[in-house]
């Protein structure tokens, strides 16, 4: 055994020690070197030569750390872990005050029973944009829903866990809640009222329509109808999305006329659309909506 790694095997109790008191347990690779160099005069590194890189390799060759490279289009993220470390913690550590949203919040609110296929996490865009209602018109309309989906492609996999980055438009972190995942780990979460807005304005980011419906049927003893609305209300959608809700609320099955009737009494200017891109549709005379033919289809 060479002398740098005599000197590390000594040490070695006293980083694991450093480490474990750190309460951290996801590094990126420049506050794993903080924490080198400030504990490496009490490990007894600093006089014998042994570089940073040197320690971070010894770490990861016993077994302590584990590295995940993710190469999204704009720009690679790498973190170090300790232990058993989630998916959902993972995801959330690769971009700053990112939160988990989409199928991801469906599992994490317990709507879903299946792990997402792949992580969604949500990055608010940094200003708040104006809307300009008088643009909207039923041609505009008609030509934006004929087109596919807008999708975000900055997604990245590493080691099995898959992750997409969605930059949402900016809400101060509107219905952003604080809760433990399957580790025990804090997680950023959007709640059932923000998870559930979410996905009737983006469903393929939900694993399409069938699964919003079915999100909705179970988000019954979970929400609040007034928090949903107050949610969509503040974030101040130019497209009538109530129109959708409403839709799902009502072919949900689930929940009370009186619940239902606080959207159907909403403005409908418009004839709207559930989705992008569809083929075979039929049409709701009540919430004005287009929607695909066989989606209320007994499963």
């Not at 559930?274 to 007994?298: A, C, G, N, Q, V």
Request: glycine share 6%; aromatic share 10%; proline share 3%.
């Amino acid at each position: 055994m060479s002398e740098t790694n005599k000197s590390l095997e000594k040490a070695f109790p006293k980083i694991r020690k450093s480490i474990d008191r750190s309460r951290q347990e996801i590094f990126t690779r420049s506050q794993l070197e903080e924490l080198i160099g400030v504990n490496r005069d009490d490990w007894n590194l600093s006089k014998r030569g042994i570089s940073t890189g040197r320690v971070i390799e010894y770490l990861w060759g016993k077994g302590q750390l584990k590295e995940y490279k993710f190469e999204f289009p704009s720009r690679k993220e790498t973190r170090y872990t300790l232990g058993d470390i989630s998916a959902f913690d993972l995801a959330q550590s690769l971009k700053p005050n990112a939160y988990l949203a989409h199928r991801a919040a469906i599992f994490l609110n317990n709507l879903i029973v299946v792990p997402p296929a792949t992580i969604y996490i949500n990055v608010e865009q940094s200003k708040h944009h104006t809307r300009n209602r008088g643009d909207l018109t039923q041609a505009g309309i008609d030509r934006a829903f004929k087109n596919k989906s807008r999708v975000s492609n900055e997604i990245a996999e590493c080691n099995g866990v898959k992750v997409c980055v969605v930059h949402g438009q900016r809400t101060d972190r509107l219905g952003v809640i604080e809760i433990k995942g399957p580790n025990n780990e804090r997680l950023q979460v959007t709640d059932a009222e923000r998870t559930l807005v979410d996905i009737a304005v983006r469903p393929v980011y939900a694993g399409g329509v069938k699964e919003v419906l079915k999100a909705y049927r179970q988000a019954k003893e979970l929400v609040s109808i007034e928090k949903l609305m107050e949610t969509l209300r503040q974030m101040d959608y130019v497209y009538p999305y109530h129109q959708v809700i409403g839709f799902y609320l009502e072919n949900a099955g689930v929940y009370r006329k009186d619940e239902i009737k606080l959207l159907a009494e909403m403005p409908m200017k418009f004839d709207f659309y559930i989705d992008y891109k569809m083929t075979e549709t039929k049409y709701s005379k009540k919430w004005r909506l287009h929607f695909p033919k066989h989606l209320l289809d007994l499963d």
